[in-house]
């Protein structure tokens, strides 16, 4: 059942790119095992924990089907789609023709790291981060911060149903370079991993900022300036300046930009 229904979706892609997605997943994530249907109530509080500046939309994806199962009518904000007309092939489609070339082969990296990296019973301890342009209904490509959660595991270690949530970061002005973080919830986290060359050791302390100097960073992702942001917090310009220095020595940046794409991989933003 499942390959008829995978095989059928999978001859739907337009081009080779959007085919070599579903090879990746036939191969990595063969279900062979289902578990009872998602019952979407008991996943509200988990939607809740990805939600990050910016207007975003979430779904709940089923690998078994390769169909959607809920789409958030704010998808309809982002991206000037209805809810009911977003499937998977959609999505792939309108992908900026750079990134949809290389997006199988960041699946193919979360692919590594969950099924063969960590053990199935941290899978659904971690999610996946990733950046991509996709084109709106208008025309333009945004920027989409792309978050996705595994919500079921079946007894084989497959991943039935994900949670996926996007959110429009085209404000960010960072550049994409499709690595790929994996953020764990109380497990070690894996930071701007390359999918061409992944190396599975750049472990990061996540607890590096202290209160403060987080109100700064999601700040300075707003374009806010010293003054603004000394404004806001009721500290001097001093201050800011102060603490802008702390960051950026403590996350290895080199400027806002680059501080900010860093806070992005690490779930921070």
Same mark, same amino acid.
């Given at each position: 059942?499942?390959?008829?229904?995978?095989?059928?979706?999978?001859?739907?892609?337009?081009?080779?790119?959007?085919?070599?997605?579903?090879?990746?997943?036939?191969?990595?994530?063969?279900?062979?095992?289902?578990?009872?249907?998602?019952?979407?109530?008991?996943?509200?509080?988990?939607?809740?924990?990805?939600?990050?500046?910016?207007?975003?939309?979430?779904?709940?994806?089923?690998?078994?089907?390769?169909?959607?199962?809920?789409?958030?009518?704010?998808?309809?904000?982002?991206?000037?789609?209805?809810?009911?007309?977003?499937?998977?092939?959609?999505?792939?489609?309108?992908?900026? %023709?750079? =990134?949809? $070339? #290389?997006?199988?082969?960041? &699946?193919?990296?979360? /692919?590594?790291?969950?099924?063969?990296? !960590?053990? +199935?019973?941290?899978?659904?301890?971690?999610?996946?981060?990733?950046?991509?342009?996709?084109?709106?209904?208008?025309?333009?490509?945004?920027?989409?911060?792309?978050?996705?959660?595994?919500?079921?595991?079946?007894?084989?270690?497959?991943?039935?149903?994900?949670?996926?949530?996007?959110?429009?970061?085209?404000?960010?002005?960072? %550049?994409? =370079?499709? $690595? #790929?973080?994996?953020?764990? &919830?109380?497990?070690? /986290?894996?930071?701007?991993?390359?999918? !061409?060359? +992944?190396?599975?050791?750049?472990?990061?302390?996540?607890?590096?900022?202290?209160?403060?100097?987080?109100?700064?960073?999601?700040?300075?992702?707003?374009?806010?300036?010293?003054?603004?942001?000394?404004?806001?917090?009721?500290?001097?310009?001093?201050?800011?300046?102060?603490?802008?220095?702390?960051?950026?020595?403590?996350?290895?940046?080199?400027?806002?930009?680059?501080?900010?794409?860093?806070?992005?991989?690490?779930?921070?933003?």
């Amino acid at each position: 059942m499942f390959d008829r229904e995978f095989n059928n979706c999978h001859t739907l892609g337009k081009n080779n790119d959007i085919e070599k997605v579903y090879e990746v997943w036939r191969t990595h994530n063969h279900i062979k095992l289902k578990v009872a249907p998602l019952e979407f109530r008991k996943i509200i509080e988990q939607v809740a924990t990805f939600f990050s500046a910016g207007s975003y939309y979430y779904y709940i994806f089923n690998f078994a089907t390769l169909q959607m199962e809920y789409v958030h009518p704010t998808i309809k904000n982002v991206l000037g789609i209805d809810p009911e007309k977003f499937n998977i092939e959609k999505f792939l489609s309108i992908h900026h %023709p750079d =990134d949809l $070339k #290389v997006f199988n082969e960041k &699946e193919a990296l979360a /692919s590594q790291f969950l099924f063969n990296y !960590i053990s +199935p019973k941290d899978i659904p301890y971690y999610k996946v981060v990733y950046v991509n342009r996709v084109k709106h209904s208008q025309g333009h490509y945004i920027k989409l911060l792309h978050q996705a959660k595994a919500l079921q595991v079946t007894e084989n270690g497959k991943i039935q149903h994900v949670l996926g949530v996007h959110t429009d970061i085209s404000y960010l002005k960072t %550049p994409v =370079d499709h $690595k #790929v973080s994996f953020i764990g &919830e109380g497990k070690p /986290s894996y930071y701007s991993i390359d999918p !061409i060359n +992944p190396i599975f050791n750049r472990l990061k302390n996540t607890n590096i900022y202290t209160s403060q100097e987080l109100n700064i960073i999601h700040l300075i992702s707003e374009g806010k300036s010293n003054l603004e942001i000394a404004e806001k917090l009721f500290i001097s310009v001093n201050t800011v300046k102060t603490h802008r220095k702390n960051i950026l020595q403590k996350s290895n940046a080199n400027n806002s930009a680059h501080l900010i794409a860093n806070c992005i991989r690490e779930g921070i933003i």
